[in-house]
């Protein structure tokens, strides 16, 4: 089956940079649709910055100019470069990952939204936290 992994959270202080990674093991298809979400104590799960497998991006209005979301070449890897990093982005992010969802999940992102429903393949988190 396919299984996803983050890595790269950490601390820092306001102001700061940071970058999460996602690797796909197993793979079982030669195209993905994936998203980065977050969730603080208290509060629901939120979409943060997907991409689609042509490459277009969607980001949540609160990172925009901030975040970045991209693969790489082999495109068995998810970033998520993060900088000017402030204490409300303090969270666990999540990576996740489609298949055959994609389409209804492009449907969605030309709204400007990023919904967690439509992904099927979930890492376990890694903690980012943000200090003033």
């Known amino acids: 089956r396919v299984q996803l992994r983050e890595s790269g959270g950490g601390s820092v202080q306001a102001g700061g940079s940071l970058r999460l990674s996602c690797e796909i093991f197993e793979s079982i298809y030669d195209t993905y649709c994936m998203a980065w979400f977050r969730q603080a104590p208290g509060k629901k799960r939120e979409g943060v910055a997907a991409?689609?497998?042509?490459?277009?991006?969607t980001y949540v209005e609160t990172v925009k100019g901030r975040f970045t979301i991209y693969q790489n070449g082999a495109e068995n890897t998810l970033y998520l470069q993060m900088s000017s990093l402030q204490p409300e982005d303090t969270a666990m992010y999540y990576c996740a990952a489609e298949h055959w969802g994609c389409s209804a999940i492009s449907d969605i992102q030309r709204l400007g939204r990023i919904t967690s429903g439509d992904y099927g393949y979930w890492g376990q988190g890694t903690q980012v936290t943000v200090s003033s």
């Open positions: 991409i689609e497998s042509d490459g277009r991006t």
